[in-house]
């Protein structure tokens, strides 16, 4: 079911070879049949950690089906294991729902408030006959269930499970024991309530599925009111038909779920909710479950859920990426019916296509290095223009000071120049971006040999950086003056992963020991602009040259931080002319 069918580095635009949005159709057949007259879907994330981006694929399909066919869309929370789930998930989860640009209004719901309801539901089945309290232990009903086993030719068969002894119990024990194991009479794991469906059904699921079992722990919303939980796959499907849910759309591992979700709706007689399934989203060098998210900020491998190299909501917002990128990069891999990994480079390339645009750009140096303009007087500072983002004229134009001693990379040096180095080496011109060209004449040297200026003599009659003789100066580096820089941290990242598909190969526990121990580089002690200075947490820039930038919110340290978003060259044009 979990195949991967695409190879990583391989685009996957719109599902070519499948009807690029099957969901669509499934929804206009069932309002032409008459089956529904309207559309309601909902968004139902479990509040046990954060939102990734697989959570926003799954709610742009949500709320944006809805949208396509006038519909609505609920935000519901589907809270009903009290161990795991908390109150600041639930706030995390709607300030990122929030921030993508959906709008559930005022339909916000918790499954917890469902829990009456579902008690009676229950109630209902067991009168059926359909339902009957357990007296076997986890472990024991596992064994029971049996598991599937291969055959000499590898065929996975599901030989029958057994009855449990408890199976046959009459309606009014059934009620009179639901009844006590609500009013708490039973521990922890003693009964449990069981659907009475197949015990030899080839899907295991369907094998007698525990609707509810005993748990003392205290629920983050109904405190200790309960001490019995209803399961997902019962809890799931009565939810979304108490609230009218017509297309309930998940990912593909709830395909095996189906016919139970269809189960209990039959049997428990409510609104006909369908269940539809799509593709997760799987993303190269990452992983996509809240699970294993949750392993990496508890080891302490990350700094925390909203970590820049989180592929959470709240990572990579801190990283800089917008809400548009996101969403058109989702629109653009499309819907499928199959399971597909999508190489993080295109998520790269949407969120560089939008930031090309929005970005006002300004002048960084990460590894400084001093230059000095012999030609120019100590005092003397010239005030010239550079434009805030040529993608856009209205963005208008700053003025940034030139001044004789300046800072520039320290890569944009070389005494020896390596072949087809065009940036400054003795005896080479380059355009310093907005300013001017200049020569180098040489370079300062501690006693180690070690560079520690780079001098150089200004054309004045190339003010703007323009050569009035049609010049050619291969070079344009970026600078910026010693007397004006403002000191910033800069944090560079990498992949998190360096395996392509870290949850391959071993043991899914195996999947920390690929980690990128090079995933995040500090840099200290780079110089900015004095504009970057009062950038708020957030506000994004392309640092000439270098990369897009969003300013972190973390303010500790004294000096502005700012979180590298994505470098400049597309390396996804690359891969997918392959
Ligand atoms: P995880 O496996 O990350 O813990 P989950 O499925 O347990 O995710 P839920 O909070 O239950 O997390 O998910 C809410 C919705 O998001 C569900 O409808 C689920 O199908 C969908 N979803 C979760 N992960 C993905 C993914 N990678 N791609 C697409 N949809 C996803
Ligand atoms: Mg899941």
Known sequence: MNETNNAPGRPVPAAKNESSDFISEFIKEDLASGRFSYVHTRFPPEPNGWLHIGHCKAMTVDFNMAEKFGGKCNLRFDDTNPEKENVSYVEAIKRDVRWLGFDWEDREYYASDYYEYLYELA?????????????????????????????????????PGRNSPWRDRGVGENLDLFARMRAGEFADGQKTLRAKINMADPNLLMRDPVMYRIRRDTHYRTGNEWCIYPMYDFQH?????????????????????????????REAEVFPSRQIEFARLNLTHTVLSKRYLLRLVQEKHVAGWDDPRMPTIAGLRRRGYTPRALRSFISQIGI????STVDIAFLEYCLREDLNKTSPRAMAVLKPLKLIVENWD??????????????????????????????????DFEEVPPPKYFRLFPGNSVRLRYGYIVTCTGCDKDSQ????????????????????DNRKVKGTIHWLSVRDAVPIEVRIYDHLFSAEKPMEGGTPGDFLEKLNPASLELITDAYGEPCLASARAGDRFQFERLGYFARDPDSSGGRAVFNKTVGLRDTWARIANQ
């Open 123 to 159: 109630l209902k089945i067991i009168k059926k006959g359909k339902a009957y309290v357990d007296d076997l232990s986890e472990d024991e009903i596992s064994e029971y269930r049996g598991t599937a086993v291969p055959d000499k030719n590898n065929i996975t068969l599901t030989p």
């Open 336 to 339: 499928a019916k199959t399971d």
């Open 378 to 411: 100590a005092d003397r500072e010239e005030e010239l223009e550079a434009v805030n983002n040529p993608e856009d004229e209205s963005a208008g134009k700053r003025k940034i000071r030139f001044t004789k001693e300046l800072w520039i990379e320290r890569d």
């Open 449 to 468: 040999g070690n560079v520690i200026a780079v001098r150089c003599s200004c054309d004045p009659a190339t003010r703007g950086g323009n050569a009035p």
């Open 237 to 265: 499907p009565l939810s979304d038909a108490k609230e009218g849910i017509t297309h309930s759309l998940c990912s593909l591992e709830y395909e095996i779920h189906r016919p139970l979700y269809e189960w209990f709706i």
